[in-house]
């Protein structure tokens, strides 16, 4: 009885957590109206940035660290036609049509996953606290327009310009009002081309961050232990809320629950990321519950 008890407790629990992923967000929009500019065209953008900041709010969970006021605008100006691609569903909960603009409420669903590879392909997971020196080259006749939003792709990722540093991104013109670009590392270098300019310089960034021993190096498997619950209720409890800590952790999986006579434990795999900012949540919710916990990586088995 004790066993069947066990599994179905996690069953339960799967559910509740797959549950938890599925819960939107809602979001208050108002675009203004601008000359020339049709009711479709006011709504299509009202949804575009209600998908932004939508994004944008799930980006700052799951980021392991603060983006400033400047890098924050940056990136949400980035995701305006972008945020698309990472919205799961979403509905419109309130719409009021005003000659000034309109106003929308909207539901969103954010895929996080495809959301938090989002980021570590862009860097943020790498370069977010710690600057990245980067040699810059490009070409003498660029617009001020254009210059601008290079500069401003620098300040979004962290980028440093310095001389003679590891890294070495190349922009030069190609054919067909294309952008050029070359990323140079250590031990590799990619080309791209492309007619956007973010578009280019992410592409190029991927290849890099996106490389294993670059993931790697930035997460630590490893195993939480934890006892002395009184109820399965209390591990449901702590499943969703260690769900929530995305800035310290990655790829919560529950993997078994002990119900003993001397109390009720269970155990998880993760992944972490800010391993400072995991015992401190860890201390500030687990003993004072009287819980007990014990974290092994796998790198020390």
């Given at each position: 009885?004790?066993?069947?008890?066990?599994?179905?407790?996690?069953?339960?629990?799967a559910?509740?957590?797959?549950?938890?992923?599925?819960?939107?967000?809602?979001?208050?929009?108002?675009?203004?109206?601008?000359?020339?500019?049709?009711?479709?065209?006011?709504?299509?953008?009202?949804?575009?940035?209600?998908?932004?900041?939508?994004?944008?709010?799930?980006?700052?969970?799951?980021?392991?660290?603060?983006?400033?006021?400047?890098?924050?605008e940056?990136?949400?100006?980035?995701?305006?036609?972008?945020?698309?691609?990472?919205?799961?569903?979403?509905?419109?909960?309130?719409?009021?049509?005003?000659?000034?603009?309109?106003?929308?409420?909207?539901?969103?669903?954010?895929?996080?996953?495809?959301?938090?590879?989002?980021?570590?392909?862009?860097?943020?997971?790498?370069?977010?606290?710690?600057?990245?020196?980067?040699?810059?080259?490009?070409?003498?006749?660029?617009?001020?327009?254009?210059?601008l939003?290079?500069?401003?792709?620098?300040?979004l990722?962290?980028?440093?310009?310095?001389?003679?540093?590891?890294?070495?991104?190349?922009?030069?013109?190609?054919?067909?009002?294309?952008?050029?670009?070359?990323?140079?590392?250590?031990?590799?270098?990619?080309?791209a081309l492309?007619?956007?300019?973010?578009?280019?310089?992410?592409?190029?960034w991927?290849?890099h961050?996106?490389?294993?021993?670059?993931?790697?190096?930035?997460?630590?498997?490893?195993?939480?232990?934890?006892?002395?619950?009184?109820?399965?209720?209390?591990?449901?409890?702590?499943?969703?809320?260690?769900?929530?800590?995305?800035?310290?952790?990655?790829?919560?999986n529950?993997?078994d629950?002990?119900?003993?006579?001397?109390?009720?434990?269970?155990?998880?795999?993760?992944?972490?990321?800010?391993?400072?900012?995991?015992?401190?949540?860890?201390?500030?919710?687990?003993?004072?519950?009287?819980?007990?916990y014990?974290?092994?990586?796998?790198?020390?088995?």
């Open positions: 009885m004790m066993r069947m008890l066990k599994h179905v407790s996690i069953a339960v629990m559910v509740l957590v797959f549950a938890g992923t599925v819960l939107a967000a809602e979001v208050r929009v108002f675009k203004p109206m601008e000359e020339g500019m049709s009711q479709m065209q006011l709504r299509r953008q009202a949804l575009d940035e209600g998908f932004a900041q939508a994004v944008l709010d799930e980006a700052v969970k799951i980021l392991p660290g603060e983006l400033d006021e400047t890098r924050r940056l990136f949400r100006q980035y995701l305006l036609p972008r945020a698309g691609a990472y919205v799961r569903e979403y509905k419109v909960i309130y719409s009021q049509a005003l000659e000034a603009g309109v106003i929308l409420r909207l539901n969103v669903r954010v895929n996080q996953s495809v959301l938090r590879d989002g980021l570590v392909r862009m860097g943020f997971m790498e370069t977010l606290a710690v600057p990245l020196p980067v040699t810059v080259e490009r070409p003498e006749d660029l617009s001020e327009e254009e210059a939003a290079l500069d401003n792709l620098l300040v990722t962290n980028a440093i310009p310095q001389e003679n540093a590891g890294f070495r991104f190349i922009l030069s013109r190609g054919a067909e009002n294309l952008y050029r670009g070359q990323l140079m590392t250590p031990d590799r270098e990619w080309t492309d007619k956007d300019m973010a578009n280019l310089w992410f592409t190029l991927a290849h961050f996106n490389r294993a021993e670059v993931r790697s190096a930035s997460s630590d498997r490893a195993t939480l232990a934890v006892s002395g619950w009184f109820s399965p209720d209390g591990v449901l409890e702590f499943q969703r809320v260690v769900g929530g800590w995305d800035s310290v952790v990655r790829d919560v529950l993997l629950m002990d119900m003993e006579s001397s109390g009720v434990g269970a155990s998880w795999s993760f992944r972490i990321m800010d391993a400072e900012g995991l015992k401190r949540r860890l201390d500030a919710y687990l003993p004072e519950r009287g819980l007990r014990q974290i092994v990586r796998e790198a020390d088995k």
